[in-house]
Protein backbone atom coordinates (compact mmCIF):
# COMPACT_ATOMS: atom_id res chain seq x y z
CA UNK A 1 0.00 0.00 0.00
CA UNK A 2 2.25 2.88 -1.30
CA UNK A 3 1.90 6.55 0.07
CA UNK A 4 4.57 8.52 -1.34
CA UNK A 5 2.96 11.72 -1.54
CA UNK A 6 -0.34 12.15 -0.25
CA UNK A 7 -2.84 10.21 2.57
CA UNK A 8 -5.57 8.35 1.52
CA UNK A 9 -8.68 10.33 1.47
CA UNK A 10 -11.07 10.94 3.35
CA UNK A 11 -14.11 9.07 1.74
CA UNK A 12 -12.61 6.17 2.44
CA UNK A 13 -12.89 6.17 6.61
CA UNK A 14 -16.68 6.29 5.57
CA UNK A 15 -16.99 2.41 4.48
CA UNK A 16 -17.97 0.25 7.23
CA UNK A 17 -16.08 -2.82 7.44
CA UNK A 18 -17.32 -6.20 5.55
CA UNK A 19 -19.57 -8.48 7.34
CA UNK A 20 -17.79 -11.63 5.99
CA UNK A 21 -18.95 -15.05 6.68
CA UNK A 22 -17.01 -16.65 9.11
CA UNK A 23 -14.60 -20.28 8.69
CA UNK A 24 -13.44 -21.24 5.90
CA UNK A 25 -14.25 -19.17 2.20
CA UNK A 26 -17.00 -20.93 0.05
CA UNK A 27 -16.01 -19.17 -3.31
CA UNK A 28 -19.11 -18.91 -5.21
CA UNK A 29 -19.88 -20.35 -8.46
CA UNK A 30 -21.24 -17.96 -11.21
CA UNK A 31 -24.48 -17.59 -10.19
CA UNK A 32 -23.89 -17.97 -6.43
CA UNK A 33 -24.06 -13.97 -5.51
CA UNK A 34 -21.33 -12.72 -8.43
CA UNK A 35 -21.41 -11.94 -12.09
CA UNK A 36 -19.12 -13.73 -14.34
CA UNK A 37 -17.21 -11.39 -16.38
CA UNK A 38 -14.80 -12.74 -19.35
CA UNK A 39 -14.77 -9.61 -22.04
CA UNK A 40 -11.92 -7.15 -23.23
CA UNK A 41 -9.34 -9.60 -23.22
CA UNK A 42 -9.83 -9.53 -19.59
CA UNK A 43 -10.11 -13.15 -19.06
CA UNK A 44 -12.33 -14.94 -16.50
CA UNK A 45 -13.27 -13.46 -13.33
CA UNK A 46 -16.10 -12.70 -11.22
CA UNK A 47 -17.56 -9.67 -9.00
CA UNK A 48 -19.43 -10.61 -5.89
CA UNK A 49 -22.14 -8.64 -4.56
CA UNK A 50 -20.26 -8.60 -1.21
CA UNK A 51 -16.77 -10.25 0.41
CA UNK A 52 -16.81 -13.53 1.21
CA UNK A 53 -14.01 -14.36 3.28
CA UNK A 54 -12.55 -15.95 6.48
CA UNK A 55 -12.77 -14.17 9.79
CA UNK A 56 -9.49 -15.11 11.76
CA UNK A 57 -8.72 -14.78 14.86
CA UNK A 58 -5.69 -12.98 16.29
CA UNK A 59 -4.43 -15.95 18.29
CA UNK A 60 -5.44 -17.83 14.79
CA UNK A 61 -3.03 -15.91 13.39
CA UNK A 62 0.03 -15.88 16.33
CA UNK A 63 -0.34 -19.69 15.69
CA UNK A 64 0.02 -19.70 12.33
CA UNK A 65 2.78 -17.68 11.97
CA UNK A 66 4.57 -18.85 14.76
CA UNK A 67 3.75 -15.80 17.29
CA UNK A 68 5.08 -13.37 14.37
CA UNK A 69 8.63 -14.51 14.87
CA UNK A 70 11.35 -12.30 13.08
CA UNK A 71 12.44 -15.29 11.11
CA UNK A 72 8.94 -15.15 9.90
CA UNK A 73 9.37 -12.09 8.12
CA UNK A 74 8.73 -12.46 4.30
CA UNK A 75 9.00 -8.83 3.95
CA UNK A 76 7.69 -5.23 4.83
CA UNK A 77 6.19 -2.30 2.58
CA UNK A 78 4.20 1.19 3.73
CA UNK A 79 1.16 -1.05 5.95
CA UNK A 80 3.86 -3.16 7.74
CA UNK A 81 5.42 -6.43 7.71
CA UNK A 82 4.10 -9.69 5.88
CA UNK A 83 4.56 -12.69 7.99
CA UNK A 84 4.91 -15.88 6.64
CA UNK A 85 2.35 -18.57 8.06
CA UNK A 86 0.65 -21.98 7.56
CA UNK A 87 -3.01 -23.28 7.15
CA UNK A 88 -5.08 -26.18 6.65
CA UNK A 89 -6.17 -25.88 3.09
CA UNK A 90 -9.11 -26.66 3.28
CA UNK A 91 -10.62 -25.20 6.73
CA UNK A 92 -7.80 -22.78 6.87
CA UNK A 93 -7.05 -23.23 10.49
CA UNK A 94 -3.92 -23.05 11.84
CA UNK A 95 -1.32 -25.52 10.70
CA UNK A 96 1.73 -27.18 11.06
CA UNK A 97 4.41 -26.31 8.78
CA UNK A 98 4.82 -29.95 7.76
CA UNK A 99 1.21 -30.16 7.27
CA UNK A 100 -0.35 -27.04 6.04
CA UNK A 101 -0.23 -24.57 2.73
CA UNK A 102 1.69 -21.45 3.03
CA UNK A 103 0.18 -17.95 3.24
CA UNK A 104 0.89 -14.67 3.60
CA UNK A 105 0.11 -12.69 6.82
CA UNK A 106 0.37 -8.80 6.46
CA UNK A 107 0.01 -6.94 10.05
CA UNK A 108 -0.24 -3.17 10.54
CA UNK A 109 2.53 -1.51 11.81
CA UNK A 110 1.14 0.57 14.54
CA UNK A 111 3.76 3.75 13.73
CA UNK A 112 2.32 3.60 9.89
CA UNK A 113 0.48 6.43 8.07
CA UNK A 114 -1.37 3.98 6.93
CA UNK A 115 -4.04 1.77 8.78
CA UNK A 116 -8.03 1.38 8.84
CA UNK A 117 -9.08 3.14 5.56
CA UNK A 118 -6.24 1.32 3.73
CA UNK A 119 -7.30 -2.48 5.35
CA UNK A 120 -11.04 -1.41 4.71
CA UNK A 121 -10.29 -0.89 0.87
CA UNK A 122 -8.40 -4.29 0.93
CA UNK A 123 -11.10 -6.18 2.19
CA UNK A 124 -13.79 -4.40 -0.27
CA UNK A 125 -12.17 -4.67 -3.35
CA UNK A 126 -9.90 -7.42 -3.11
CA UNK A 127 -12.70 -9.46 -1.53
CA UNK A 128 -15.26 -9.17 -4.11
CA UNK A 129 -13.07 -9.49 -7.13
CA UNK A 130 -11.81 -12.75 -8.27
CA UNK A 131 -9.46 -13.44 -11.32
CA UNK A 132 -6.64 -15.24 -12.58
CA UNK A 133 -4.32 -12.13 -12.26
CA UNK A 134 -5.24 -10.65 -8.79
CA UNK A 135 -3.65 -12.12 -5.69
CA UNK A 136 -6.80 -13.94 -3.76
CA UNK A 137 -7.62 -12.33 -0.39
CA UNK A 138 -8.20 -15.54 1.95
CA UNK A 139 -9.52 -13.56 5.24
CA UNK A 140 -8.48 -10.99 7.39
CA UNK A 141 -8.70 -10.09 10.97
CA UNK A 142 -9.34 -6.94 13.11
CA UNK A 143 -9.13 -7.52 17.14
CA UNK A 144 -7.30 -5.66 19.81
CA UNK A 145 -6.31 -2.65 17.60
CA UNK A 146 -4.65 -5.17 15.54
CA UNK A 147 -5.73 -5.31 11.44
CA UNK A 148 -4.10 -7.77 9.31
CA UNK A 149 -4.73 -8.97 6.13
CA UNK A 150 -4.59 -12.91 4.89
CA UNK A 151 -3.03 -13.75 1.18
CA UNK A 152 -2.19 -16.49 -0.76
CA UNK A 153 1.49 -16.85 -1.08
CA UNK A 154 3.28 -15.97 -4.09
CA UNK A 155 6.43 -17.90 -4.43
CA UNK A 156 8.30 -15.67 -7.01
CA UNK A 157 7.29 -12.58 -4.76
CA UNK A 158 7.37 -8.97 -6.74
CA UNK A 159 8.48 -7.91 -10.49
CA UNK A 160 10.20 -5.18 -8.52
CA UNK A 161 12.86 -7.91 -7.17
CA UNK A 162 13.47 -9.90 -10.26
CA UNK A 163 14.13 -6.83 -12.29
CA UNK A 164 15.86 -5.01 -9.90
CA UNK A 165 17.50 -6.78 -7.10
CA UNK A 166 21.19 -7.78 -8.74
CA UNK A 167 23.22 -11.28 -7.96
CA UNK A 168 20.27 -13.22 -5.98
CA UNK A 169 17.76 -13.82 -8.82
CA UNK A 170 18.54 -14.33 -12.71
CA UNK A 171 17.47 -11.95 -15.11
CA UNK A 172 14.33 -12.17 -16.36
CA UNK A 173 14.05 -13.83 -19.94
CA UNK A 174 11.72 -11.68 -23.17
CA UNK A 175 9.35 -14.37 -22.80
CA UNK A 176 9.24 -14.05 -19.24
CA UNK A 177 8.87 -10.48 -18.88
CA UNK A 178 6.26 -10.40 -21.90
CA UNK A 179 4.32 -13.06 -20.19
CA UNK A 180 4.25 -10.93 -17.28
CA UNK A 181 3.34 -7.95 -18.72
CA UNK A 182 0.08 -10.02 -20.48
CA UNK A 183 -0.96 -11.09 -17.41
CA UNK A 184 -0.59 -7.68 -14.91
CA UNK A 185 -2.70 -6.06 -18.76
CA UNK A 186 -5.26 -8.61 -18.46
CA UNK A 187 -5.59 -7.69 -14.38
CA UNK A 188 -5.80 -3.91 -14.93
CA UNK A 189 -8.19 -4.85 -17.75
CA UNK A 190 -10.62 -6.76 -16.06
CA UNK A 191 -10.96 -4.03 -13.18
CA UNK A 192 -11.55 -1.64 -15.98
CA UNK A 193 -14.48 -3.65 -17.36
CA UNK A 194 -16.61 -4.57 -14.22
CA UNK A 195 -20.00 -3.01 -14.13
CA UNK A 196 -18.89 -0.31 -11.80
CA UNK A 197 -15.48 0.20 -12.75
CA UNK A 198 -12.10 0.03 -10.61
CA UNK A 199 -9.48 2.20 -10.81
CA UNK A 200 -6.70 0.65 -9.34
CA UNK A 201 -4.58 3.63 -8.67
CA UNK A 202 -1.26 2.16 -7.61
CA UNK A 203 0.28 0.13 -10.16
CA UNK A 204 3.69 -0.39 -9.61
CA UNK A 205 6.35 -3.60 -10.26
CA UNK A 206 6.59 -4.08 -6.34
CA UNK A 207 2.62 -4.51 -7.11
CA UNK A 208 2.95 -7.33 -9.44
CA UNK A 209 3.12 -10.20 -7.54
CA UNK A 210 4.64 -13.77 -9.16
CA UNK A 211 3.56 -17.34 -8.34
CA UNK A 212 6.07 -20.61 -9.26
CA UNK A 213 5.42 -20.14 -12.88
CA UNK A 214 5.45 -16.88 -13.31
CA UNK A 215 1.88 -15.96 -13.38
CA UNK A 216 1.65 -11.80 -12.93
CA UNK A 217 -1.42 -11.39 -10.34
CA UNK A 218 -2.27 -7.45 -8.43
CA UNK A 219 -1.90 -6.85 -5.05
CA UNK A 220 -2.41 -4.17 -2.73
CA UNK A 221 -5.84 -2.72 -3.26
CA UNK A 222 -5.83 0.01 -0.07
CA UNK A 223 -5.72 2.90 -2.45
CA UNK A 224 -7.95 0.88 -4.99
CA UNK A 225 -11.25 3.59 -5.82
CA UNK A 226 -14.48 3.33 -7.79
CA UNK A 227 -13.98 4.69 -10.52
CA UNK A 228 -16.26 7.71 -12.12
CA UNK A 229 -20.05 7.79 -12.37
CA UNK A 230 -23.32 9.24 -14.01
CA UNK A 231 -21.66 9.78 -17.05
CA UNK A 232 -18.63 11.55 -15.90
CA UNK A 233 -14.69 11.36 -16.71
CA UNK A 234 -12.88 11.07 -13.97
CA UNK A 235 -13.31 11.39 -10.43
CA UNK A 236 -11.47 13.89 -7.99
CA UNK A 237 -9.82 12.73 -5.02
CA UNK A 238 -6.56 13.87 -2.57
CA UNK A 239 -3.14 12.95 -4.73
CA UNK A 240 -1.39 9.96 -3.79
CA UNK A 241 0.73 7.18 -5.18
CA UNK A 242 3.83 6.39 -5.58
CA UNK A 243 6.56 8.76 -7.57
CA UNK A 244 7.58 7.85 -11.86
CA UNK A 245 4.17 5.90 -11.43
CA UNK A 246 1.36 8.29 -11.39
CA UNK A 247 0.03 10.11 -14.33
CA UNK A 248 0.99 13.36 -14.69
CA UNK A 249 -3.05 14.82 -14.92
CA UNK A 250 -3.52 12.91 -11.40
CA UNK A 251 -0.46 14.44 -10.12
CA UNK A 252 -1.03 17.79 -11.23
CA UNK A 253 -5.02 18.42 -10.47
CA UNK A 254 -6.23 15.14 -8.26
CA UNK A 255 -8.12 14.07 -11.71
CA UNK A 256 -8.09 10.25 -11.62
CA UNK A 257 -9.37 8.95 -14.40
CA UNK A 258 -9.45 5.08 -15.66
CA UNK A 259 -7.32 5.86 -18.08
CA UNK A 260 -4.43 7.04 -15.23
CA UNK A 261 -3.51 3.34 -14.69
CA UNK A 262 -3.05 3.02 -17.92
CA UNK A 263 -0.03 5.60 -17.43
CA UNK A 264 1.38 3.45 -14.32
CA UNK A 265 0.75 0.36 -16.71
CA UNK A 266 3.47 2.00 -19.53
CA UNK A 267 5.30 3.11 -17.21
CA UNK A 268 5.95 -0.62 -15.72
CA UNK A 269 5.95 -1.60 -19.08
CA UNK A 270 9.46 0.77 -19.82
CA UNK A 271 10.68 -0.84 -16.49
CA UNK A 272 10.26 -4.23 -18.26
CA UNK A 273 12.15 -3.25 -21.36
CA UNK A 274 14.87 -1.30 -19.80
CA UNK A 275 15.31 -3.35 -16.31
CA UNK A 276 15.87 0.23 -14.71
CA UNK A 277 13.63 1.95 -11.96
CA UNK A 278 10.81 4.43 -12.99
CA UNK A 279 11.98 6.78 -10.38
CA UNK A 280 15.97 6.72 -9.49
CA UNK A 281 18.09 9.60 -7.51
CA UNK A 282 21.28 7.82 -7.80
CA UNK A 283 21.07 8.21 -11.61
CA UNK A 284 22.41 11.38 -13.54
CA UNK A 285 19.65 14.30 -13.05
CA UNK A 286 18.28 13.93 -16.77
CA UNK A 287 18.11 10.51 -16.17
CA UNK A 288 16.18 10.22 -13.13
CA UNK A 289 13.20 9.98 -14.22
CA UNK A 290 12.85 7.07 -16.36
CA UNK A 291 9.78 8.26 -18.81
CA UNK A 292 11.89 11.84 -19.36
CA UNK A 293 15.03 9.61 -20.44
CA UNK A 294 13.29 6.98 -22.46
CA UNK A 295 11.15 9.12 -24.90
CA UNK A 296 13.28 10.13 -27.61
CA UNK A 297 14.05 6.12 -28.11
CA UNK A 298 9.75 5.14 -27.40
CA UNK A 299 9.26 8.13 -30.13
CA UNK A 300 12.09 6.81 -32.71
CA UNK A 301 14.79 9.21 -32.05
CA UNK A 302 17.00 6.88 -31.08
CA UNK A 303 18.18 3.76 -30.98
CA UNK A 304 16.28 0.71 -29.90
CA UNK A 305 18.95 -0.78 -28.67
CA UNK A 306 20.25 1.66 -26.24
CA UNK A 307 16.53 1.39 -24.72
CA UNK A 308 16.68 -2.76 -24.12
CA UNK A 309 17.74 -4.30 -20.84
CA UNK A 310 21.20 -4.84 -21.24
CA UNK A 311 21.10 -8.27 -19.36
CA UNK A 312 19.30 -9.53 -22.19
CA UNK A 313 22.14 -9.75 -24.03
CA UNK A 314 19.86 -8.98 -26.89
CA UNK A 315 18.28 -12.23 -26.65
CA UNK A 316 14.35 -11.26 -28.21
CA UNK A 317 12.85 -10.45 -31.34
CA UNK A 318 13.77 -7.06 -32.45
CA UNK A 319 10.18 -6.15 -34.17
CA UNK A 320 8.85 -7.37 -30.95
CA UNK A 321 10.56 -5.30 -28.86
CA UNK A 322 9.95 -2.51 -31.16
CA UNK A 323 6.16 -3.48 -31.28
CA UNK A 324 5.86 -3.15 -27.44
CA UNK A 325 8.18 -0.16 -27.04
CA UNK A 326 5.62 1.35 -29.06
CA UNK A 327 2.84 0.52 -26.77
CA UNK A 328 4.47 1.97 -24.02
CA UNK A 329 4.70 5.14 -25.55
CA UNK A 330 0.93 4.88 -26.50
CA UNK A 331 0.13 4.25 -22.56
CA UNK A 332 2.38 7.53 -21.43
CA UNK A 333 0.64 10.01 -23.76
CA UNK A 334 0.21 12.93 -21.74
CA UNK A 335 -3.66 13.73 -22.30
CA UNK A 336 -5.21 10.43 -20.74
CA UNK A 337 -7.75 10.41 -23.52
CA UNK A 338 -4.81 9.49 -25.80
CA UNK A 339 -3.82 6.23 -24.07
CA UNK A 340 -5.22 3.46 -25.32
CA UNK A 341 -7.58 1.31 -23.33
CA UNK A 342 -6.31 -1.45 -20.93
CA UNK A 343 -8.57 -4.09 -23.19
CA UNK A 344 -6.90 -2.63 -26.08
CA UNK A 345 -3.41 -3.07 -24.28
CA UNK A 346 -4.14 -6.75 -24.17
CA UNK A 347 -4.87 -7.18 -27.60
CA UNK A 348 -1.57 -5.64 -28.67
CA UNK A 349 0.51 -7.54 -26.20
CA UNK A 350 -1.13 -11.19 -27.26
CA UNK A 351 -0.37 -9.70 -31.00
CA UNK A 352 3.23 -8.83 -29.67
CA UNK A 353 3.61 -12.46 -28.10
CA UNK A 354 2.32 -13.70 -31.34
CA UNK A 355 5.14 -11.91 -33.31
CA UNK A 356 7.72 -14.01 -31.44
CA UNK A 357 10.46 -15.90 -34.18
CA UNK A 358 13.80 -17.01 -33.78
CA UNK A 359 15.60 -13.92 -34.94
CA UNK A 360 16.17 -12.92 -31.40
CA UNK A 361 19.53 -12.78 -31.17
CA UNK A 362 20.12 -9.27 -32.59
CA UNK A 363 22.56 -7.11 -30.89
CA UNK A 364 22.75 -3.55 -30.84
CA UNK A 365 25.15 -0.57 -29.56
CA UNK A 366 24.87 0.23 -25.63
CA UNK A 367 24.41 3.44 -24.16
CA UNK A 368 22.24 2.91 -21.60
CA UNK A 369 22.58 5.21 -18.26
CA UNK A 370 24.91 3.75 -15.22
CA UNK A 371 22.91 1.17 -13.06
CA UNK A 372 23.43 1.61 -8.69
CA UNK A 373 24.11 -1.44 -6.96
CA UNK A 374 20.49 -2.25 -5.64
CA UNK A 375 19.46 -2.05 -2.04
CA UNK A 376 18.41 -6.21 -0.93
CA UNK A 377 15.24 -6.44 -0.42
CA UNK A 378 13.03 -9.76 0.18
CA UNK A 379 10.43 -10.58 -2.01
CA UNK A 380 7.39 -8.72 -0.37
CA UNK A 381 9.91 -5.25 0.07
CA UNK A 382 7.74 -2.44 -0.79
CA UNK A 383 9.68 0.24 -2.40
CA UNK A 384 7.42 2.81 -2.28
CA UNK A 385 8.53 5.35 0.31
CA UNK A 386 9.54 8.73 -0.39
CA UNK A 387 13.14 9.53 -2.02
CA UNK A 388 15.53 10.60 0.99
Known amino acids: MGNCFGSADAAAAATKPPSPTKGPPAWPKPTDGGRTQEKGGAGPGRVLEAPRLREFTLAELRAATKGFKPEMVLGEGGFGRVYKGWVDERTLNPAKSSAGVIVAVKKLNPESVQGLQEWQSEV?????????????????????????????????????????????????????????????????????????????????????????????????????????????????????????????????????????????????????????????????????????????????????????????????????????????????????????SMADVVTALEGVEAMQAPDAGAKGHRDLPPRPVARRSSPYHDSSRPPR
Open 124 to 340: NFLGRLSHPNLVRLLGYCGEDRELLLVYEFMSKGSLENHLFRRGSTEPLAWNTRLKIAIGAARGLAFLHSSEKQVIYRDFKASNILLDSDFTAKLSDFGLAKNGPSAGRSHVTTRVIGTYGYAAPEYVATGHLYVKSDVYGFGVVLLELLTGLRAHDLNRPGHQQNLVDWARPYLSGRGKLTSLMDQRLGGQYPPKAALQAAKLANKCLAGDPRSRP
